[in-house]
């Protein structure tokens, strides 16, 4: 079964302090990858994707993304926080469009915390 | 403005008593999916449906309903809501693309935080 882990529950980090949040996934075929925020009191918002192509991909408010395929992982980064950054962070995968049944199967979450 | 709406978007209840969440979306979307967010265990697919009529179950379906009798609205049931039912619940949805797969990239709504006493 497919399933998704973030190692990372609870990071707390200080304005202008790298960011990175672990993602891996267990699933044998391609997949498409996706991290999504919830900021407080709101709903999800896509911040970046990967389908296909270049693995390092750029999403928005200065978050990228690493897809490697040996580690079966897709790590979220940023260079430097903000404290508007402050945010619920969920990977999540799903099959792509030939077994699409549209399931997103989604990390635990990693609750980032940045202090001004 | 394209979105999904949820209602109501918080609800006390007590056990027993039978209450629905609607989910709309003005975007025309096919594909429509609950989800239910629970502290360490991320989102949980609950049910889905790729059109009108069609609905399948997700992940954790039991002690829910759905029905899809019109394509924009997607309405959840809680036939007899219990305490473990108590959890924020989101609506999404997304377009059929050409070729007819769906839409990778899934559009949420605000959700609704649902306590079931």
């Known amino acids: 079964a497919q399933s998704v882990s973030q190692h990372n529950h609870h990071v707390i980090l200080s304005e202008a302090a790298s960011l990175e949040l672990g993602c891996n996934y267990s699933?044998?075929?391609?997949?498409?990858l996706f991290w999504y925020v919830q900021y407080p009191g709101q709903h999800l918002q896509l911040l970046l994707k990967?389908?296909?192509?270049?693995?390092l991909v750029k999403g928005i408010k200065g978050f990228e993304a690493e897809f490697i395929k040996s580690k079966f992982s897709f790590n979220l980064r940023k260079p430097s926080v903000q404290w508007s950054d402050t945010a619920e962070y969920f990977c999540a995968v799903n099959a792509p469009r030939s077994s699409n049944t549209g399931k997103l199967i989604f990390g635990q979450g990693t609750t980032l915390q940045v202090k001004p | 403005e394209a979105q999904v709406t949820q209602n109501p978007r918080y609800l006390i209840t007590v056990t027993g008593k039978k209450l629905t969440v609607t989910c709309s979306q003005n975007?025309?979307?096919?594909?429509m999916s609950w989800y239910r967010q629970d502290p360490g265990l991320g989102l949980r697919q609950i049910y889905y449906s790729m059109n009108v009529e069609v609905t399948d179950k997700g992940d954790v379906p039991e002690g829910y309903k759905v029905s899809r009798k019109e394509k924009r609205n997607f309405p959840l049931i809680l036939e007899s809501p219990s305490p473990n039912q108590t959890s924020l619940y989101f609506c999404?949805?997304?377009?059929?693309?050409?070729?007819?797969?769906?839409?990778?990239?899934?559009?949420f709504g605000p959700g609704t935080r649902l306590l079931v006493l």
């Open positions: 999404a949805s997304s377009p059929r693309l050409a070729g007819g797969y769906f839409q990778e990239t899934q559009y």
């Open positions: 975007m025309n979307h096919e594909y």
């Open positions: 699933y044998g075929g391609t997949v498409n």
């Open positions: 990967y389908f296909s192509g270049d693995p």
